[in-house]
């Protein structure tokens, strides 16, 4: 079992930065690959950034991309997720989300339902 809790979530000015941590626990955290996904009340989960088991392989939905940084530190079990030039649109929870199947390959997952695990999420609101 993994258990995921985020923080670093607030209220940002738009153009501003905000890094997201999500603290996992369980012993095979480092070989598991994860995601970040957003949600804003009454829509679906959108996939925001994913990365495989060791960091050295990411994607980010196209809205994101050159502003988000998803990064991980397997001896502190933690990722995060570092965002600039923040905008309004921006604005939702945010969720991390692990993998349970351990691999080692390049591999990264962009679908909700490829995750086994999620974090209760963090709200981040962006004001324009």
């Known amino acids: 079992q993994v258990q995921l809790v985020e923080s670093g979530g607030g209220l940002v000015q738009a153009g501003g930065s905000l890094r997201l941590s999500c603290a996992a626990s369980g012993r095979t955290f480092s070989t598991y690959p994860m995601g970040w996904f957003r949600q804003d009340p009454g829509k679906e989960r959108e996939f925001v950034a994913a990365m495989n088991w060791s960091g050295g392989s990411t994607y980010y939905t196209d809205s994101v991309k050159g502003r988000f940084t998803i990064s991980r530190d397997n001896a502190k079990n933690t990722v995060y997720l570092q965002m600039n030039s923040l905008k309004p649109e921006d604005t939702a929870v945010y969720y991390c989300?692990?993998?349970?199947?351990?691999?080692?390959?390049?591999?990264?997952?962009?679908?909700?339902?490829?995750?086994?695990?999620w974090g209760q999420g963090t709200q981040v609101t962006v004001s324009s």
């Open positions: 989300a692990a993998r349970g199947t351990p691999s080692y390959g390049s591999r990264y997952y962009l679908k909700p339902i490829e995750y086994d695990y």
